[in-house]
């Protein structure tokens, strides 16, 4: 076989193809090749790979290469191989020998057929002289076990990389579908020519002057100062990346107006047998949050969520061996085993020191947010006997006979209070009182029984909301008064069965802590294997835009007054063509109702452009992309926060009678927790004389109190008129036509509409108008001088359409082929027309997609006052200039 292709002039990188060996034993031909499944060649570099499958029977697995390395210096090494498959070592020369290890973080994702994907991984740095170098790479599986692997091509290169598929450093695909242009961000060199770089937004240094923290139910920094966080969620998949990237990652979420990063995943390694924190990884946390400090970016810590690990024998949790379930859902709550281990992870995050600031994160100052629990509660479907063992289960209900005990005197005086709603499970003698399951805390599982259990259900919802919020103050207990720490706490963020009847208690517990947090998402319907968590070849959906359906969007808060409340999980969920408006949307209202943070769900690459479709995406050019405008008019304040439509005073004993609140929030799961809701889990009835669009009017605010007659709510009948199927917000500023599917953001520095754009005609705001003929559309205009924009001398406009990947195939709503990068966005056809004052002439261009200067000029045409920009077809962003 030939060496590898030395680099071409003046290029620093050196790229090689992992098929084309100087010696190898791997087999010629396996079920990997690419000649086994033809439409795959394109998404490989040369149109192969080396591959090996099966057991290993005799000699290891080794490939050679030699590799011409241009000029002497410290280099970045990186491949691209099958997922976490084939453990190898590797070494240039007669060097030590590096490993890498199934528990490799990947990079990028490209699917190349169902359960095979081409990923980038990054090997390690190495210092090389100029000139030939052997490689050699040897599969460490053992005779007998399995050895697959596949290698698509090699990387040196002397700094940060951005992984994009088969695409090489210098190059871009340029591919775009028929009406669309390509969205390939290049490496982003930060300079400080950038016309769009929202950095100064943070703080120099996340922390500075302090942690953040409460103040009269809102976040400020450690000066006092007001905040609001735009962020995102992270995974230890970029947690574990080279430096180079973490640090490109934290500068560019920084230029793209991002100031808290969640950081979501467990702190022990799967596949071990233990389940003890792993060190390593914690060091690796320490470097992410260090290189979010350095960009003014606060972290965020999710570190328990009951679907990371299935109950395994060395946990010491009784019964999971005789059901199905091994997910330990609600067991945190009650069992004294789980609760250590649960203990253990939190001393070790807190107590673990940093090797970069020499101090430990329970002293950090940018920690902002510590939180207890993931998505799990006594009061969601997953609160039954499938999911826990009947062990687990008595245990509970002896706590809960206990409790009963202590209220009423005695366990057997607790049973005479309810005598037609016995248990078969009720034991006075064993101290143990039945236990009703999720469903039966419903208004449906009520009406389904005598008064008695009306009365029953509301003590046990009293007993466990207790018992749930007794464990957030344990563990408050530990993270402040026994570890020191300085962050925040967020006890949980979860939903429950019936929201009228249960969200202000399962808010309530989480009060025992700083912050008051929820999940949500949205999407059309999507259905096939593995729909709740992936987008893959066979399955169907249908597209649906969620300006026509304003009572399904996460996007509606009911708030307690003394805490911040955030969405530490918001998405528009793919497949969806209708996905331009989130950001759009999220912006607009969470500043409308106050809303204190959004959290979108979740960062892919590093570099934040992904290579296949996913999910989950933010990486993408509906939502990263969407970001500057979202994120400036957000933490500015350019929306105003509304007056209170509603300010409800809840008395306690009331919602432990099961009385309700009158107030509820759409579920709004992902599709992978809405398999836990059993079929007919939905919980019907009107709320008696709340309208769920009062959301979308103002702030919709509820405090503890011993007088429900103190409650205030706002005529609303100006504001929501639902035969035209329009709400106004109470402000003046916002206008949602859910008919039309079109909302419109105006206020002095931003104006914007999204939605059905060429349906709605000419939009006419204070002071842009809006001609567009796409179909769909987000169109905003924002100043970056903090002028009105009447007055500004540099504005933004930001036109995001619809987006799919290159390649993207369906047939009557199947999936047949899902592409990969580069992004097609649909080409932007719109003029905004400019009601300027305070003279000058004005001038038009588009930027690139990281926010630089193109030297294209739009056409701008000023005639009678008015001042219009044809917007460039192919950009998402232009500025509009003074002189």
């Known amino acids: 076989m030939a060496p590898a292709a030395p680099a071409a002039p003046g290029k620093a990188y050196v790229w090689w193809e ?234 560019k979420l920084a230029k793209l107006g991002v100031n808290m990063v969640r950081v979501h995943g467990a702190v022990f390694r799967e596949g071990g047998g233990g389940f003890a924190a792993d060190p390593a990884r914690l060091d690796k946390l320490c470097y992410f949050l260090t290189a979010l400090k350095k960009q003014g970016i606060y972290t965020f810590v999710s570190y328990y969520f009951p679907l990371w690990f299935n109950v395994r024998p060395e946990f010491g949790l009784e019964g999971y061996d005789q059901i199905q379930n091994k997910v330990p859902f609600a067991l945190l709550f009650f069992n004294p085993r789980m609760q250590q281990i649960h203990r253990d992870w939190t001393r070790a995050i807190l107590t673990h020191p940093n090797p970069y600031s020499g101090v430990t994160l329970a002293k950090e100052p940018a920690l902002a947010i510590l939180e207890i629990q993931n998505e799990d509660s006594f009061f969601f479907w997953t609160f039954n006997r499938q999911m826990l063992p009947p062990a687990q289960w008595l245990m509970l209900e002896k706590l809960y006979g206990g409790w009963l005990a202590k209220r009423f005197g005695s366990l057997q005086q607790a049973l005479a209070q309810w005598p037609g709603a016995r248990l078969q499970d009720d034991d006075p003698a064993a101290g143990v009182a039945g236990i009703y399951d999720a469903w039966h805390m419903t208004r449906d599982g009520m009406k389904a029984g005598a008064p008695d259990k009306v009365r029953r259900i509301g003590e046990q919802v009293r007993f466990l909301a207790e018992l749930q919020r007794q464990f957030y103050l344990d563990s408050i207990h530990l993270i402040r008064d026994d570890l020191g720490a300085t962050c925040l706490v967020s006890p949980g963020n979860w939903q429950v069965t019936d929201p009228s009847m249960l969200d202000a208690l399962e808010r309530y517990t989480y009060a025992a802590g700083d912050v008051i947090d929820r999940h949500g998402y949205f999407g059309g319907e999507h259905k096939g294997d593995g729909a709740g968590y992936a987008v893959r070849v066979g399955q169907t959906w249908q597209d649906l835009c969620g300006l026509t359906v304003p009572e399904r969007l996460p996007l509606q808060f009911a708030q307690y007054t003394d805490r911040p409340h955030i969405i530490s999980e918001i998405g528009w969920t793919n497949p969806n063509r209708f996905r331009a408006d989130g950001c759009f949307l999220g912006s607009a209202y969470g500043a409308l109702q106050g809303v204190d943070g959004f959290f979108w769900f979740a960062v892919g690459s590093s570099f934040l452009a992904d290579t296949s479709i996913s999910k989950f995406p933010v990486g993408c050019p509906t939502v990263a992309g969407a970001f500057p405008a979202a994120a400036l008019q957000y933490r500015r304040g350019d929306v105003r926060e509304g007056e209170p439509v509603i300010d409800q005073v809840l008395k306690l004993d009331d919602l432990f009678a099961m009385r309700g609140s009158g107030i509820g929030t759409p579920a709004a799961l992902d599709d992978l927790r809405a398999a836990d809701v059993p079929p007919g889990g939905t919980v019907g009835g009107a709320v008696t004389g709340f309208d769920p669009l009062s959301f979308y009017a103002g702030p919709v605010l509820r405090r503890l109190g011993d007088d429900p007659a103190q409650s205030k709510r706002r005529d609303l009948s100006r504001l929501i008129d639902r035969n035209a199927k329009v709400v106004r917000s109470v402000t003046g500023e916002l206008a949602w036509d859910w008919g039309r599917g079109l909302a419109t953001v105006d206020t002095p520095r931003s104006q914007g509409a999204a939605g059905n754009l060429r349906q709605a005609g000419a939009i006419e705001l204070s002071t842009i108008g809006i001609d567009c003929t796409n179909d769909y559309a987000a169109i905003q205009a924002i100043t970056l001088d903090d002028r009105p924009l009447a007055e500004s001398r540099r504005i933004l406009v930001q036109a995001v359409t619809e987006e799919q990947p290159y390649g993207w195939r369906a047939d009557a709503g199947r999936i047949t082929s899902l592409g990969a990068a580069p992004w097609s966005v649909r080409k932007v056809a719109a003029t905004l027309r400019f009601r300027l004052t305070g003279g000058g002439t004005a001038s038009a261009q588009a930027l690139d997609e990281n926010g630089y200067a193109t030297g294209r000029a739009a056409e701008v045409r000023s005639a009678g006052g008015v001042t219009s920009v044809k917007l460039p077809e192919d950009a998402l962003y232009s500025v509009v200039e003074r002189r």
Request: glycine share 10%; charged share 25%; net charge negative.
């Open 18 to 251: 992992g098929e084309r060996t100087t010696r190898t034993n791997f087999p010629r031909q396996t079920w990997f090749s690419p000649g086994t499944f033809p439409d795959t060649r394109d998404q490989l570099s040369a149109g192969d790979w080396l591959s090996c499958e099966g057991k290993r029977t005799g000699d290891e697995a080794f490939a050679t290469y030699d590799v011409d390395v241009p000029r002497a210096g410290a280099y970045n090494l990186w491949t691209r191989k099958f997922w976490h498959h084939g453990p190898f070592r590797w070494r240039f020369d007669q060097q030590d020998w590096q490993t890498c290890g199934r528990d490799c973080a990947l990079a990028d994702d490209t699917p190349l057929k169902q359960f095979v994907n081409a990923n980038w991984v990054y090997l390690g740095k190495v210092d090389l002289t100029a000139g030939t170098h052997p490689f050699e790479l040897r599969l460490l599986a053992a005779v007998g076990e399995e050895q697959t692997a596949c290698f698509d091509c090699f990387l040196l290169i002397p700094g940060p990389f951005k992984p994009s598929g088969r695409v090489k450093p210098d190059e871009r695909s340029g591919k775009a579908e028929p009406g669309c242009f390509a969205w390939e961000p290049a490496l982003d060199a930060f300079g400080g020519d950038a016309v769009l770089d929202l950095r100064s937004l943070n703080e120099a240094v996340a922390g500075e002057r302090g942690t953040v923290r409460c103040d009269g139910g809102r976040f400020a920094l450690g000066d006092g100062r007001p905040v609001r966080f735009w962020a995102v969620n992270c995974g230890y998949n970029l947690v574990e990346q080279d430096h180079d990237s973490v640090d490109y990652l934290a500068r």
